[in-house]
Structures are given as structure tokens and as C-alpha cells.
């Protein structure tokens, strides 16, 4: 009894303790595979969705690459005798984004000599003083061209900031106020409506006879002119507006228009900017010397009262980017615009 006794006590103390079946499963487990294991190999879950995201971009790579390559071999197919045509309309194509119809105003008809029946546009022109004597004071506009509206004003011509109007003192009798925006693209009316408006307002004199004579003696009650520019240097009035900041129409509407109205003068002539910018001035300053002697009157901001004897509003224009020698004053035969300033890439036309 005592033997068995100590026979199990001895079983009790040489027996090792159980193990429990989930500690002895973590034991025995192989450690988890890193994460890119998961992604790269084993398993067949992440190799498809890797295919899944290469695929497109390869596609999308693949196909932006034969679209660059296309697009300058297919316009190479081009003999070198259309070569230059091809060019020219690639850069007109380039400015006509800003054309809300489908218009081609780039190929919009060109100007024509106004009807001798219209003296007006002989005054603008500077030829044979239009049919009236130098001392008569006169205002006309001449509205019959598609792209532009341009005014003409002789006597007693003062500027009044304050209203953007222009004064003609002692004007002929029976003369109206006239309105009309200085920029040369009348038939964008989109565009007109942003170019500043200056009204041409004329004041008949109590007793004139429509000449400049015995306006001394009036001249006290006028506008007290600031700056008295001298007898037979006129103003051009104009506006840098619109679609100013495009380097195609900075001369298509601007500078070869101006060159248009104001090289009969030969220097002598003052530009009268609408919505001058500075920055214009500089970058075309070179070209501006080249038509007048005289410093750029900012109409918007230079508040002292101009006098002239004589001013034109508005700027003729022959067309995109053309000069027609039958068409300028006086029969000009082969008018010099400064091409050395001019972008070569735009076409120049003298006809």
C-alpha cells in the first residue's frame, strides 16, 4: 500500500504538464509573408490587378505616341510649292479663335475708295481740302466703310476729358453731335461695345458764319486750352482697345491702320490714345517715331485741354494686313512701313 503510494506520488511529479492545442498551432505556424510577396508572387489575386493598372497606361502611352508622331510627319505631306500657302493659313488659323460665328473676318472683303459724292473722306484724305476753303471750320464722318468710322474736324478743336467728348467751336451751322468709336473692327460689334465712345460735340457761335475769323475775341468763353499745339500739326485719335495684346492685331487693327492715316503728315501729327497702356508705348515706341515728332497725348488721364486746328477720329484701314497704294492719300505709290519692326511670320501686303 505504502509502495503504490509512493508510486503515484512519483508518477505525479515526473509527468509533464499538458499543452494546449491552439498555444502548440502558433508555435508550429510559418510567420506571415512580408506585403510584397503578397503583391509580386504566390497567389495569382495580386499579379491580376497588377495587369489591370499596366495595361491602360501602356495603352494610353502607346497611342499619345503615334499621335506625336502623326501630327508633323502628316504635315510634311506637303509639295514645296504649297509649302508657303499652307503656311499662311496655319497663322491665320492661329488668330481666329477669337471669332465667335463662322465668319472668316480675317477674309472679310477689303476697303474701296469712297464715292466721290462723299467730300468727307477727300477732307480725312487730305485731298484738295475736300471741296472747302482752308479757313471754314467743318466736322463729317464718314461711316461707308465695313471696318471703320472715321470723323474729321477743322476750326477750333479742344479736347474735354471729363465728358471723352471733343469740342468744335464756331462749328458750321446745322452740324450735329456725332458719336463713334476709334478702333477698326465695326463689324465685331462684341468687340466695339468695349472700346471707349468719344462724342464729337459741336457749339455754334451766336452771329458765326462758320469761318475761324473774329474768334479772339471769343475765345473767353471757351474751354481754356492747357496745351496750344501749333497751326497745321493735327491730332489722330485712336484707340489701343479691343484685342490689344494679340502681337497680330497690334497691327493689323492698330499700327498699319495708323501708319495708313497719319504718314501723309510726315511726323508732323499727334496721336491721341483711348485706352492708352504703357506698355504698348514701349514695346512700339520705335514705330511710333517713325510717324510723329510729337510726345503720345493719353486722352483717358492727361486732364489739361488740347487745342487743335484740326483732328481725325478714327483710322482708315484697307484690309488684314494690307496696304493699298491706290487707296492711300493723295495716290501714295509705294508707302514705307517700317518692316524691319514688323513680324516677318504675318504676311505684309503692299499691293
Not at 503583391?39 to 497611342?63: D, E, K, N
Not at 505631306?77 to 460665328?101: G, I, Q, W, Y
Not at 475761324?212 to 486750352?225: E, F, I, Q
Not at 508705348?281 to 503720345?296: M, S
Amino acid at each position: 500500500m505504502q509502495q503504490a503510494s509512493s508510486h503515484q506520488h512519483h508518477y505525479q511529479h515526473s509527468a509533464k504538464p499538458p499543452v494546449s492545442r491552439s498555444s502548440s498551432w502558433i508555435r508550429r505556424s510559418p510567420p506571415p509573408s512580408p506585403p510584397h510577396k503578397k503583391l509580386w508572387g504566390g497567389g495569382g489575386g495580386g499579379r491580376s490587378r497588377y495587369v489591370c493598372r499596366i495595361v491602360p497606361l501602356l495603352v494610353l502611352t502607346v497611342y499619345s505616341i503615334f499621335t506625336v508622331v502623326r501630327i508633323p510627319s502628316s504635315s510634311l505631306v506637303v509639295s514645296n510649292a504649297d509649302s508657303e500657302r499652307v503656311e499662311r493659313r496655319e497663322d491665320v488659323e492661329a488668330f481666329k479663335t477669337h471669332l465667335p460665328s463662322n465668319q472668316n473676318n480675317l477674309e472679310a472683303r477689303e476697303e474701296t475708295r469712297s464715292p466721290a459724292s462723299l467730300p468727307c473722306s477727300a477732307l480725312i484724305n487730305g485731298e484738295a481740302g475736300g471741296g472747302q476753303a482752308a479757313a471754314e471750320s467743318a466736322l463729317c464722318c464718314d461711316r461707308s466703310h465695313y471696318r471703320s468710322d472715321v470723323c474729321y474736324l477743322r476750326g477750333d478743336v479742344r479736347t474735354d476729358p471729363s465728358t471723352s467728348s471733343v469740342l468744335l467751336y464756331n462749328a458750321p451751322r446745322g452740324s450735329a453731335p456725332e458719336k463713334v468709336r476709334p478702333y477698326t473692327r465695326k463689324f465685331e460689334g462684341s468687340i466695339m461695345s468695349t472700346i471707349d465712345e468719344v462724342t464729337i460735340v459741336p457749339v455754334v457761335d451766336a452771329g458765326s458764319n462758320g469761318t475761324t475769323a473774329g474768334d479772339t475775341g471769343k475765345d473767353s468763353l471757351r474751354r481754356r486750352c492747357d496745351v496750344r499745339h501749333p497751326p497745321g500739326v493735327p491730332a489722330v485719335v485712336f484707340s489701343t482697345g479691343g484685342y490689344t495684346g494679340n502681337v497680330y492685331h497690334e497691327f493689323s487693327d492698330g499700327l498699319i491702320p495708323l501708319f495708313i492715316t497719319a504718314q501723309r503728315f510726315a511726323g508732323e501729327v499727334v496721336f491721341v490714345v483711348l485706352e492708352y497702356h504703357y506698355w504698348w508705348l514701349g514695346r512700339y515706341g520705335a514705330v511710333l517715331e517713325r510717324l510723329t515728332n510729337y510726345k503720345v497725348v493719353d486722352f483717358r488721364y492727361d486732364r489739361r485741354v488740347h487745342c487743335f486746328s484740326e483732328m481725325i477720329v478714327g483710322l482708315r484701314i484697307h484690309g488684314e494686313l494690307v496696304v493699298d497704294p491706290k487707296l492711300m492719300p493723295n495716290g501714295t505709290p509705294s508707302p514705307k512701313f517700317p518692316h524691319n519692326f514688323y513680324p516677318s511670320q504675318f504676311h505684309f501686303h503692299i499691293r
